[in-house]
C-alpha cells in the first residue's frame, strides 16, 4: 500500500508527483491519494494517477482543504479507518 500526499494546484497532482508515478512501477500495489486544496478538492487527480499507473488499484483519495488542515484531525482519522 503506498500512501501518496501532495498539494492539489489546478485541480490535478503536481508535476513532481506525475513524475514519481511514471519513473516507479505499482503494479500490483493499492495507491492512496491524499491531498489539501483551494478550489478543486481531488479534481482529477484519480483520473492522472491511474493512466500513470493503470497496473495498481487506487482507493478513494482524502481531500483536505488548506485553511481547515489544523482541525482535520478527526477527517483524517475516519478516513483512515
Same mark, same amino acid.
Request: include cysteine; charge should be positive; proline fraction near 5%.
Given at each position: 500500500?503506498?500512501?501518496?500526499?501532495?498539494?492539489?494546484? +489546478?485541480?490535478?497532482?503536481?508535476?513532481?508527483?506525475?513524475?514519481?508515478?511514471?519513473?516507479?512501477?505499482?503494479?500490483?500495489?493499492?495507491?492512496?491519494?491524499? +491531498?489539501?486544496?483551494?478550489?478543486?478538492?481531488?479534481?482529477?487527480?484519480?483520473?492522472?494517477?491511474?493512466?500513470?499507473?493503470?497496473?495498481?488499484?487506487?482507493?478513494?483519495?482524502?481531500?483536505?482543504?488548506?485553511?481547515?488542515?489544523?482541525?482535520?484531525?478527526?477527517?483524517?482519522?475516519?478516513?483512515?479507518?
Amino acid at each position: 500500500m503506498v500512501f501518496i500526499g501532495y498539494p492539489n494546484r +489546478c485541480g490535478t497532482i503536481p508535476r513532481l508527483v506525475a513524475t514519481f508515478l511514471s519513473e516507479h512501477h505499482f503494479s500490483g500495489k493499492t495507491i492512496v491519494p491524499f +491531498c489539501i486544496y483551494e478550489g478543486s478538492r481531488l479534481g482529477r487527480n484519480a483520473t492522472d494517477i491511474t493512466k500513470l499507473s493503470p497496473q495498481s488499484t487506487m482507493l478513494d483519495g482524502l481531500a483536505v482543504r488548506g485553511r481547515k488542515v489544523k482541525n482535520a484531525q478527526n477527517e483524517v482519522s475516519e478516513w483512515l479507518h
